[in-house]
């Protein structure tokens, strides 16, 4: 089945450092793809996504590139901040029964930035 | 902005109890869904249902029921609660205009004793 695989965390950064968060994805078809964030004690929010290869999602500084060759779709920020810090989940799209979509996620990684 | 709540943030139950987990959406999304939370495992699929009283299972079904009797509302039920259970639990809801955006919950972290 399709499943998706994340960089292993936690991931501890300076502010203003960049960063990636590595996500790989195994897939039949063509699924969007997808990156949420959990910031403490709330739930899941989408971040970004793409539904194309060579998409590129965007929000809030980050950005990630939907790369079919590679099964990648990494997530990158030029210089974090404190307020970043939070759990984040590369997700891929799975349709089924009466239209709904299915998301596979990734185990999540922990992402903390230190002032 | 959508919304979706869920009837406790907190709950702790024993072992062989009945338990409740409902969720409330007010965007009249014809999809919903039931998550569970486990460290280094992400999320998972339950269940999820697509339209009222209509319900399929997700990847770990095994020990949980679920019921939409109205649009907005989807329960979780666990029959007889077991240690296993004890996890976060996120409720999502979409549409089938923008069905690759799910508004997710703030969850119910259930503690089984």
């Known amino acids: 089945g399709d499943s998706v695989t994340q960089m292993e965390g936690p991931v501890t950064l300076s502010e203003e450092a960049f960063l990636t968060i590595n996500c790989t994805y195994t897939?039949?078809?063509?699924?969007?793809l997808f990156w949420y964030v959990q910031y403490p004690g709330e739930g899941l929010q989408l971040l970004l996504k793409?539904?194309?290869?060579?998409d590129k999602g965007s929000n809030k500084g980050f950005e990630a590139t939907y790369r079919k060759e590679t099964t990648s779709f990494h997530l990158e920020k030029g210089s974090v901040q404190v307020s970043d810090s939070a759990v984040y989940f590369c997700?891929?799209?799975?349709?089924?029964?009466?239209?709904?979509?299915?998301?596979?996620f990734g185990q999540g990684t922990r992402l903390t930035i230190n002032p | 902005d959508v919304k979706v709540t869920q009837s406790s943030r907190y709950l702790v139950k024993r072992t062989g109890e009945k338990v409740f987990l409902e969720c409330v959406q007010d965007?009249?999304?014809?999809?919903m869904f039931w998550y569970r939370q486990d460290p280094g495992l992400g999320l998972r699929l339950i269940y999820f249902?697509?339209?009222?009283?209509?319900?399929e299972k997700g990847d770990i079904p095994e020990g949980y029921s679920v019921s939409r009797e109205k649009k907005e509302r989807f329960s979780l039920i666990l029959e007889s609660a077991s240690t296993n259970q004890t996890s976060m639990y996120l409720c999502?809801?979409?549409?089938?205009?923008?069905?690759?955006?799910?508004?997710f919950g703030p969850g119910t972290r259930l503690t089984v004793t």
């Open positions: 999502a809801s979409s549409s089938p205009g923008r069905r690759d955006e799910q508004y």
């Open positions: 897939a039949t078809g063509y699924p969007s």
């Open positions: 793409a539904t194309k290869a060579d």
């Open positions: 997700a891929l799209s799975d349709i089924m029964r009466g239209g709904a979509q299915k998301l596979v």
């Open positions: 965007m009249d999304h014809e999809n």
């Open positions: 249902s697509y339209d009222v009283k209509m319900k």
